[in-house]
C-alpha cells in the first residue's frame, strides 16, 4: 500500500522536525522513495533522492548504499540504463564492502533487472545466481522471493516457460506463505503483469496473484487465458 506507506513517512518527518530528533531521517527518505518508485512517481521519487544526499557523509555506507540505489532505479525507470548501472554497481561494490547480506543480496538483485534489460542475459543471469546464493546461506526469506520471481520473468522472456513455472512457483510459496507484498527497488507494473498472468494461467497460488493485482491495481500485458480470468475492477 504506497500511498500509504508515504502518508506515514511523511508524517514521521514532520514529527522529526517537530521534536528536532532526525537519526531516522536518511532511512525514512530511502523508504519513501522506494515506495513512490514502486507506485510509478519517479518526479516525486527524485524529490526524496535530493532530500536524501545532503543527509549521505561519505563513509557511512549504508546510507551511501540506499542513495545509489534509488539514483540508480529512478535513472532504470526514466530508461536511461547505463546510468542505472553505474549507480548501482558503485551501490553493489559498498554493499559488499559493508559486509551486510541482506543488503548486498537486494543490491545485486537489482544489477541483475539492469544487466537483463541492457541484453547481457548470461550476466543478468550470474548475478541473480550471487544474490540467490546468498539468500539461500544467510536464510533470508524475502531475497528469495524477490530472486525467485526475477529468475521466473528472466526464463518467461527468454522463452524457457518450464523453468518459469518451476521458478515461480518456489517464489510464490514464499510469498504467499508469509502474505508478502511486494514494494521493491525493481517492482515495475509490466514486470508484475507478465509473472501475473503467467501464475494465473498455470494456476498457480491464484488467489494470492488477485490480491497482489487488486493492491496495486494491476492490467495485463498479454492475451489468453490470464485475460479471461483477471480480476478487473467491478
Not at 27 to 56: C, F, M, Q, S, W
Not at 214 to 220: G, I, S
Amino acid at each position: 500500500e504506497t500511498d500509504k506507506a508515504v502518508e506515514a513517512a511523511n508524517h514521521a518527518l514532520k514529527l522529526a522536525n517537530k521534536t528536532g530528533i532526525h537519526i531516522l531521517d536518511t532511512l525514512i527518505h530511502y523508504h519513501v522513495g522506494i515506495a513512490n518508485l514502486a507506485a510509478g512517481r519517479t518526479e516525486a521519487a527524485r524529490k526524496n533522492l535530493a532530500d536524501l544526499k545532503p543527509l549521505v557523509t561519505p563513509g557511512q555506507l549504508v546510507n551511501e548504499v540506499s542513495y545509489l540505489q534509488i539514483s540508480g532505479v529512478i535513472s532504470w525507470h526514466e530508461g536511461d540504463l547505463s546510468t542505472a548501472y553505474e549507480s548501482t554497481k558503485q551501490a553493489v561494490k559498498l554493499a559488499h564492502q559493508a559486509g551486510i547480506s541482506f543488503l548486498y543480496a537486494f543490491q545485486l538483485t537489482t544489477l541483475a533487472v539492469i544487466l537483463f534489460e541492457q541484453g547481457d542475459t548470461d550476466k543478468a543471469s550470474h548475478t541473480l545466481k550471487q544474490a540467490e546464493k546468498i539468500a539461500r546461506t544467510d536464510k533470508l526469506p524475502t531475497a528469495l522471493f524477490y530472486t525467485g520471481l526475477l529468475n521466473a520473468y528472466f526464463n518467461l522472456q527468454q522463452g524457457r516457460h518450464s523453468k518459469a513455472l518451476e521458478s515461480l512457483t518456489t517464489a510464490l510459496d514464499i510469498g504467499n506463505s508469509a502474505g508478502r507484498r511486494i514494494t521493491s527497488a525493481w517492482w515495475r507494473p509490466d514486470i508484475m503483469s507478465s509473472l501475473c498472468a503467467a501464475a494465473i494461467e498455470a494456476n498457480i497460488h491464484t488467489d494470492y496473484i488477485h490480491r497482489m493485482i487488486r493492491q496495486r491495481k494491476l492490467t495485463p500485458n498479454t492475451e489468453g487465458a490470464a485475460l479471461e480470468q483477471w480480476p478487473w475492477p467491478v
